[in-house]
C-alpha cells in the first residue's frame, strides 16, 4: 500500500455515501477456508456452451480484434430484435432502439444517468439486486426502498408503490425474475404494475437478466410487451445468466430511440464500444445457443426442486421461488439474525450464503441460496444446515 496521508475528504460525496456491497465479505472469508460449499455467488457453475467458445475463438482467429460500432454490431441487435419478435411480440428497430452494453450492469447505469436529473425519485421494489440502490445515487437520484413481503412471495402491487410516490419520482426500477427472491411476476401482476406507470407517468427500468430462468407452467412476460408500455420501458438483459457467460460481460438495453441515443452518447464517452469478441459470442448464442441454455434451465429447476423440497422439511419457511437461481428461506425460526447467521453457519458447518439484509432492510430475518452448484453439493450443504440447526438454534 502506498504511503500516504488521508485523502479520503477528496472522494466524491455521493461515492462516499455508498457502502461497498455486502455479498463479497462472506466470500472473502470463505475463500481461506477448506471444505466450504457455496450458496453463495449469483452466478452458473456451468462454463459458457462450446459452440459460443468456439464462435468466438473463430472471430479471433479470422482477425475481428477492432472496436465495433458504438451500439454494437449490427448483426448482434438484429439479432436481438429478431428475439424479442419471436419471443415477446416486440419489435424494436435494431437501427435505433437497441444498445449493446457491458453487461447488464453498464446498461443500469447508463440508464440512471441518461434519465435522472438531480434529486429524482426511483422507486425500487426490495429485497433487490445490490447495484440498484447505488447505480440510482451515483447518478444523482434518489432511491425510494419499496418493501415487499414474504406473504405476497415477494411481488410488489401497485398498493404498496402508491405509498411511495411523490411529485419528485419518475422511475421505477423493477427487477423480476428477481435477485435474491426468485419471485417472478405474472401477467395480471405487471399490468397492475403497468397502469400504475402510465398514471404517474414514470419510466420503467425493468431488469430481466434471469427472464429465461422462469420455471414451471408461466412464461417470461417482457415488460415492454405488455399494452402501451414499450415507449415508456428501458429493457435491460444480457447474456450472463442464462447463457453462462458471466466473465464475457455482454448486454443490452432497448428502449424508445432518445433513451437509447442518449445512452448511446454516455457509452461512446466512458466505454466506446462492447467487447467485440463478446458480441461475436453472443450472436452465437442467440443464433444456436438456445438448446444449450434450455438444458442449463432444466437443471436449475431440478436442483430448485431438490433445495425448496430441503429448507420446507428443515423447518425454514420459505415460498416456491419460481425465477432466477435464488431461495431465500426465512431463517427466523433459528433465532439469529440474518448476518450472524451466515456468519456461525459458516464457522460451524462451512456453508456460504449471503444475509438477506445485504439486498435491503426487509431482507433482514432471511438468507439468500443460490442453487447454480451441483446437486450433491446442495444436498451436502442441506445436510449441513439441519445439522447446524440441530446443534446451535437459539431458543
Ligand atoms: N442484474 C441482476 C438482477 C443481477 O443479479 C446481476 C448479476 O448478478 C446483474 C444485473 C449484472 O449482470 P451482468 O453480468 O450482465 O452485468
Not at 471444505?35 to 459452440?51: A, H, K, M, Q, Y
Not at 447505480?135 to 401497485?158: M, Y
Request: proline share 5%; charged share 25%.
Amino acid at each position: 500500500m502506498i504511503e500516504s496521508r488521508d485523502w479520503s475528504s477528496r472522494l466524491s460525496p455521493s461515492v462516499q455515501s455508498i457502502a461497498p456491497s455486502g455479498i463479497r465479505k462472506f466470500f472473502d472469508i470463505a475463500a481461506q477456508m477448506k471444505d466450504v460449499i457455496s450458496l453463495g455467488v449469483g452466478e452458473p457453475d456451468f462454463i459458457t456452451p462450446w459452440t459460443i467458445r468456439e464462435s468466438c475463438v473463430y472471430g479471433l482467429e479470422c482477425g475481428y480484434t477492432s472496436y465495433t460500432a458504438n451500439r454494437g454490431m449490427m448483426e448482434l441487435r438484429e439479432e436481438i430484435a429478431y428475439h424479442y419478435e419471436q419471443e415477446y411480440e416486440t419489435r424494436y428497430d435494431p437501427a435505433t432502439d437497441i444498445l449493446v452494453t457491458v453487461g447488464v450492469s453498464e446498461a443500469l447505469d447508463l440508464a440512471m444517468r441518461a434519465v435522472l436529473a438531480t434529486g429524482d425519485e426511483v422507486l425500487i421494489p426490495e429485497p433487490c439486486y445490490v447495484s440498484y440502490q447505488a447505480c440510482t445515487i451515483l447518478a444523482g437520484g434518489v432511491p425510494v426502498s419499496v418493501p415487499t413481503k414474504l406473504e405476497n412471495e415477494f411481488r410488489i402491487t401497485p398498493d404498496e408503490l402508491e405509498q411511495y410516490v411523490t411529485d419528485r419520482t419518475r422511475v421505477l426500477l423493477i427487477g423480476y425474475p428477481n435477485n435474491p427472491t426468485g419471485a417472478v411476476m405474472e401477467r395480471t401482476d405487471l399490468l397492475a404494475i403497468a397502469k400504475f406507470a402510465e398514471k404517474h407517468d414514470l419510466l420503467v427500468i425493468s431488469d430481466e437478466i434471469y427472464g429465461d430462468l422462469t420455471y414451471g407452467d408461466e412464461k417470461h412476460i417482457a415488460f415492454s410487451s405488455l399494452p402501451n408500455m414499450q415507449e415508456r420501458t428501458i429493457l435491460l438483459n444480457g447474456f450472463s445468466k442464462a447463457y453462462a457467460m458471466t466473465g464475457w460481460r455482454i448486454g443490452y438495453a432497448m428502449g424508445n430511440q432518445a433513451i437509447i441515443a442518449a445512452m448511446t452518447k454516455i457509452h461512446q464517452y466512458t466505454m466506446l464500444c462492447a467487447p467485440i469478441t463478446a458480441q461475436l459470442a453472443a450472436i452465437e448464442a442467440l443464433r444456436r445457443g438456445e438448446k444449450y441454455m434450455k438444458k442449463m434451465v432444466a437443471e436449475y429447476d431440478r436442483r430448485r426442486r431438490l433445495i425448496y423440497d430441503g429448507f420446507t422439511k428443515i423447518g425454514l419457511p420459505c415460498f416456491e421461488p419460481k425465477g432466477a437461481f435464488y431461495i431465500f428461506p426465512d431463517i427466523t425460526p433459528s433465532g439469529y439474525q440474518d448476518e450472524e447467521f451466515a456468519e456461525e453457519l459458516l464457522k460451524a458447518e462451512h456453508v456460504a450464503l449471503v444475509p438477506g439484509s445485504a439486498f435491503g432492510v426487509c431482507g433482514a430475518g432471511h438468507v439468500r441460496c443460490s442453487y447454480a452448484t451441483s446437486i450433491d453439493k446442495i444436498s451436502e450443504a442441506l445436510a449441513r444446515i439441519e445439522n447446524f440447526l440441530a446443534k446451535h438454534k437459539k431458543t
